[in-house]
C-alpha cells in the first residue's frame, strides 16, 4: 500500500519545491532513506516501513502543513526519524555517501563525510 503512494517524481518534486524550506536535516533523512530503499540487499519489510514514511513525506496532506513557518516539516521529520529508527541498519556508508554528494550539489557545499 504504500508503495503505491510513494512515487519518485513526488519524491523529487518535493524535494525541488520545499528542499530549501524543509533544511538539510529533513531532506538528508528522505534522501538516506530513498536510496536505502534502492539497494537490492534491502528487505521487502524495511523497503515498506521507508515506502510508507516518503509517502508521508510527499503527500500534500500532513499533520503540520509543510507551508506553516518554522514548523510545517516537522511531523515530516517525525516521520523519517521513525523510520529511519526501524530501517538503520540498512543506512550504510554508501547511502549516506549518496545523500552527501546529492545534498552538496542542492545545497552548494562540499560532500561531507559519511555520518557515523
Known sequence: MAEEQFTETGFWNKIKLFGRQAGREVIERALWLYYAAQKPNTPKWAKSVIFGAL???????????????????????????????????????????????????????EPAEPKP
Open 55 to 109: 509517502a508521508y513525506f510527499i503527500s500534500p496532506l500532513d499533520a503540520i502543513p509543510d507551508l506553516t513557518p518554522l514548523v510545517g516539516f516537522t511531523d515530516d521529520l517525525g516521520a523519517l526519524a521513525a523510520a529511519l529508527t526501524m530501517v538503520m541498519l540498512y543506512i550504510d556508508d554508501e547511502v549516506k555517501s549518496q545523500a552527501a554528494d546529492k545534498l552538496a550539489l542542492w545545497f552548494g557545499d
